[in-house]
């Protein structure tokens, strides 16, 4: 008989054929309606006649690559952004695959170009659509994610409390403890006092807790001591089908931050190597130019007028200098619209903006809900001071502060600051040490994941975040 965990497997792999099969349907179908929408009807005849074997051929192709780009299996990522953004990339490079291959005996190829263009533009969407629908529709069992912890939950309460009262992603939950085999089960309700979760068993009784409780992901307590125990109990859970990983790695994918205050030194370690990323050395660079040359000139005519505005409507100079932390803890000369009365730290020092602060005046409260006023750091992005997207950059100040009292805290310097980023996008300005700390949790998770799909999700976001006026406060 299966056990529980492999038959959600067996029943991910019917429902992977089952979704295949419909792209394929659903791509033949994306075929035939890009011929209808790229070409004349008169010409149909010859079109099919041209590229009959290439239409049977580029669903194929798509089904391929969304395969290779991993479109098929279970998670969130299928939903919004980055779903949508994965779905196109596997397209394109489907298509482009077709393409290569119809070289060889398509003979017209100039006349298909349109073709192409649009069946990967539909192709895209009705993908999306498919897999937005599908975790709808499939069992929950195929997409669920349900956490045991294996370790002393006492040592991991904080860490454990925070995804216990976080908003975790559908279908995700956190079950409970299973803890060291001592004999003793005094000491195991012990454990379980003042944590959110229960201990569910012992180590030995991991393969019943598998069936009984249909776990589908085991995180491993960072300070659980590495026993034979905990590894026999790891390696069964692995065996009957679920997913072993660490549990701040189960923090980061589930709520999207990094546990900061509870990380080893080997996961801060870690955040070194995006000294060598590939897109980080070679592709973020060049991806901040070319946005920054293709959005500065109408930058720079809302600059101008809101310039003029603040110095109409407000005394004192339309700008604002102020010197800030950049990469590798390097200062630079950080410039933005003013938004606040002159001198406005003349009499208190460096100290944070709160909610209502009197020193905003009224057309500095309109351009930070807009975040017009961040728009003169693009000519530090030109300069090469800042990237588009980034963890925000500090000032001198506050960044030695920081640096004493948060761990972690000097690895947000490893990137280049960012006009915007995830933290900003996900939390509110600083107003207290606290704010620095859950910010600090976005940015090690940025600096941790950072590729292109991040940063597309991130401006996008921060545009909606623009249009809904949810800017500082």
């Known amino acids: 008989?299966?056990?529980?965990?492999?038959?959600?497997?067996?029943?991910?792999?019917?429902?992977?054929?089952?979704?295949?099969?419909?792209?394929?349907?659903?791509?033949?179908?994306?075929?035939?309606?890009?011929?209808?929408?790229?070409?004349?009807?008169?010409?149909?005849?010859?079109?099919?006649?041209?590229?009959?074997?290439?239409?049977f051929l580029l669903p194929l192709c798509w089904v391929m690559s969304l395969f290779w780009h991993g479109q098929y299996e279970f998670d969130q990522r299928w939903l919004g952004l980055p779903g949508l953004y994965r779905n196109a990339r596997a397209v394109f490079m489907g298509t482009l695959l077709a393409i290569a291959l119809g070289y060889f005996w398509i003979q017209d190829m100039e006349?298909?170009?349109?073709?192409?263009?649009?069946?990967?533009?539909?192709?895209?969407?009705?993908?999306?659509?498919?897999?937005?629908?599908?975790?709808?529709?499939?069992?929950r069992q195929v997409l669920s994610r349900r956490y045991v912890v294996l370790g002393k939950p006492r040592a991991e309460s904080e860490l454990v409390s925070a995804l216990t009262q976080d908003r975790l992603p559908r279908y995700s939950e956190m079950l409970g403890f299973v803890v060291e085999n001592n004999?003793?089960?005094?000491?195991?309700?012990?454990?379980?006092?003042?944590?959110?979760?229960?201990?569910?068993?012992?180590?030995?009784?991991?393969?019943?807790?598998?069936?009984?409780?249909?776990?589908?992901?085991v995180a491993i307590s960072p300070d659980a001591p590495r026993t034979a125990g905990l590894a026999h109990a790891a390696a069964r859970a692995e065996a009957m089908g679920a997913t072993v990983e660490r549990l701040e790695t189960a923090y980061e994918s589930l709520t999207g931050r990094a546990p900061v205050l509870l990380a080893g030194a080997d996961w801060g370690e870690?955040?070194?190597?995006?000294?060598?990323?590939?897109?980080?050395?070679?592709?973020?660079?060049?991806?901040?130019?070319?946005?920054?040359?293709?959005?500065?000139?109408?930058?720079?005519?809302?600059?101008?007028?809101?310039?003029?505005?603040?110095?109409v409507l407000?005394?004192?100079?339309?700008?604002?200098?102020?010197?800030r932390v950049g990469k590798d803890g390097e200062e630079f000369v950080f410039t933005k619209l003013r938004t606040m009365i002159v001198d406005a730290e003349k009499h208190t020092g460096a100290v944070?903006?709160?909610?209502?602060?009197?020193?905003?005046?009224?057309?500095?409260?309109?351009?930070?809900?807009?975040r017009l006023d961040e728009l003169p750091q693009l000519f530090s992005v030109l300069r090469g001071d800042m990237s588009l997207v980034g963890p925000r950059p500090e000032r001198p100040e506050f960044v030695s502060r920081?640096?004493?009292?948060?761990?972690?805290y000097e690895k947000r310097l490893l990137v280049r600051p960012g006009i915007t980023g995830w933290?900003?996008?996900?939390?509110?300005?600083?107003?207290?040490?606290?704010?620095?700390?859950?910010?600090?949790?976005?940015?090690?998770y940025y600096v941790r994941h950072v590729n292109f799909t991040l940063d597309l999700q991130i401006l996008l976001r921060t545009f909606w975040v623009m249009i809904g006026r949810k800017g500082s406060q």
């Open 423 to 444: 933290a900003q996008v996900n939390h509110r300005y600083d107003q207290d040490i606290d704010d620095v700390v859950e910010k600090l949790r976005y940015d090690l």
């Open 270 to 311: 870690s955040l070194e190597s995006v000294r060598t990323h590939v897109y980080m050395t070679r592709w973020k660079r060049i991806v901040d130019l070319v946005v920054t040359l293709l959005v500065l000139p109408l930058a720079a005519v809302l600059i101008g007028l809101c310039g003029l505005a603040v110095k």
């Open 352 to 370: 944070w903006a709160k909610k209502d602060d009197p020193r905003v005046t009224p057309i500095g409260g309109i351009l930070r809900k807009l």
């Open 111 to 139: 006349m298909m170009r349109r073709f192409f263009l649009v069946a990967a533009c539909i192709a895209s969407v009705v993908f999306s659509l498919e897999r937005m629908l599908a975790v709808k529709v499939f069992p």
């Open 183 to 217: 004999g003793k089960e005094s000491e195991q309700a012990e454990a379980a006092d003042g944590n959110p979760l229960p201990v569910l068993g012992t180590y030995d009784q991991m393969p019943e807790l598998m069936v009984e409780r249909q776990v589908s992901n």
């Open 314 to 323: 407000s005394p004192g100079p339309p700008f604002y200098h102020q010197r």
């Open 1 to 55: 008989m299966a056990l529980p965990t492999l038959r959600v497997r067996q029943e991910q792999n019917r429902q992977r054929a089952f979704l295949a099969a419909t792209d394929l349907i659903t791509g033949a179908g994306v075929v035939l309606l890009s011929v209808v929408g790229a070409f004349e009807p008169r010409t149909w005849p010859l079109v099919v006649e041209e590229g009959s074997s290439l239409f």
């Open 402 to 408: 920081f640096m004493e009292e948060i761990p972690f």
